[in-house]
């Protein structure tokens, strides 16, 4: 299973986007949702979904993005956020809630992280975070 980060969703979803720059990442996703294998946080939810204005496009979106389940969490996972984050914050590397949280996501349930965000880079180095991609 594969956690896919806000970026990646955006870039997919984007309508005016560089398509042959971003082919080999939308083949991709493609490829994990013809899987079943892209799961989609609640919090990234919340940020593809933060910021549409107009009502019908939030709607649209909104309908688009229920075809993914919300990854059910437990009180663990929030405690394992705020693990990752102290220890990332301790290694001298600040990250935001969310960042913090899609890392313990991964960790917990052994999934990678599909994300073009570098700090994903820099977390892996102090986490046992899987990226997507680094096979």
């Keep these: 299973m594969v956690l896919v980060d806000t970026p990646i969703w955006s870039l997919a979803l984007r309508r005016n986007a560089n398509f042959e720059n971003d082919a080999p990442i939308r083949v991709a996703l493609a490829e994990l949702i013809q899987r079943d294998e ?3 946080a609640g919090v990234v939810r919340q940020e593809l979904l933060s910021g549409v204005r107009d009502r019908s496009q939030f709607a649209k979106l909104r309908d688009h993005l229920r075809r993914f ?13 705020a693990e990752a984050s102290n220890r990332l914050r301790s290694s001298g590397i600040a990250s935001s809630p969310a960042d913090a949280f899609l890392c313990a996501l991964g960790i917990s349930r052994n999934w990678s992280v599909f994300t073009t965000d570098g700090d994903f880079v820099r977390y892996a180095a102090v986490l046992p975070l899987k990226l997507y991609g680094d096979r």
């Design 38 to 40: 892209a799961k989609l």
């Design 69 to 81: 389940p919300d990854i059910p969490l437990t009180a663990e996972d929030y405690e394992a956020a």
